[in-house]
T-cell receptor
Framework: QQPVQSPQAVILREGEDAVINCSSS?????VHWYRQKHGEAPVFLMI?????EQKGHDKISASFNEKKQQSSLYLTASQLSYSGTYFC????????????FGAGTTVTVRA | NAGVTQTPKFQVLKTGQSMTLQCAQD?????MSWYRQDPGMGLRLIHY???????DQGEVPNGYNVSRSTTEDFPLRLLSAAPSQTSVYFC???????????FGPGTRLTVT
């Protein structure tokens, strides 16, 4: 069962902030976040493990609410390079820890 | 260190033809996966392996076969290509569950 991502798309001006959400109806072991540019492979951003801490990568950070089985990715002071499609992936014990991806959120940052 | 490599980059098949997509990694990762990516549907898991000799089905396994005889290689076979298999295929590897997945550059497959 794939996680649900929202919103489907977001348009930002440079310097603005955005939040992307990822939720599951089943108990999670981990949440992964990847970014994909057009015509390229997905690139790893960060992973949040059950019981772990909030992660950060430059001005991109994420949180994991284990009780709600939800994760959020925070894009702060967005840059043009942040444009792309963001995917969350979830690992669940009930699915033998196979990574299942959401449908993606397309982020467009304009000057 | 080449990471994850995939061949070919592009392929056009006729309906009913068979072929093998190649995937190799040089990071000594035990876990390897095949995904297909279609517009608006994200990445869907086709087949999965947690080590040489061990494979398992993902969400969309029908029409595809895999085997894992070595740690490095994880080929994906299309048995009888159908237009519904037109997609971009990504191979990925990781050290274990709960760790970063490294993706190959992808194979763009068109079935006519």
């Amino acid at each position: 069962q794939q996680p649900v991502q929202s919103p489907q798309a977001v348009i930002l001006r440079e310097g603005e902030d955005a939040v992307i959400n990822c939720s599951s109806s089943k108990a999670l072991y981990s949440v992964h976040w990847y970014r994909q540019k057009h015509g390229e492979a997905p690139v790893f951003l960060m992973i949040l493990l059950k019981g772990g801490e909030q992660k950060g990568h430059d001005k991109i950070s994420a949180s994991f609410n284990e009780k709600k089985q939800q994760s959020s990715l925070y894009l702060t002071a967005s840059q043009l390079s942040y444009s792309g499609t963001y995917f969350c992936g979830t690992e669940r014990p009930s699915n033998d820890y196979k990574l299942s991806f959401g449908a993606g959120t397309t982020v467009t940052v304009r000057a | 260190n080449a990471g994850v490599t995939q061949t070919p980059k592009f392929q056009v098949l006729k309906t009913g033809q068979s072929m093998t997509l190649q995937c190799a990694q040089d990071m000594n990762h035990e876990y390897m996966s095949w995904y297909r990516q279609d517009p608006g549907m994200g990445l869907r898991l086709i087949h999965y392996s947690v080590g040489a000799g061990i494979t398992d089905q993902g969400e969309v396994p029908n029409g595809y076969n895999v085997s894992r005889s070595t740690t490095e290689d994880f080929p994906l076979r299309l048995l009888s290509a159908a237009p519904s298999q037109t997609s971009v295929y990504f191979c990925a590897s990781s050290y274990s569950e709960g760790t970063e997945q490294y993706f190959g550059p992808g194979t763009r497959l068109t079935v006519t």
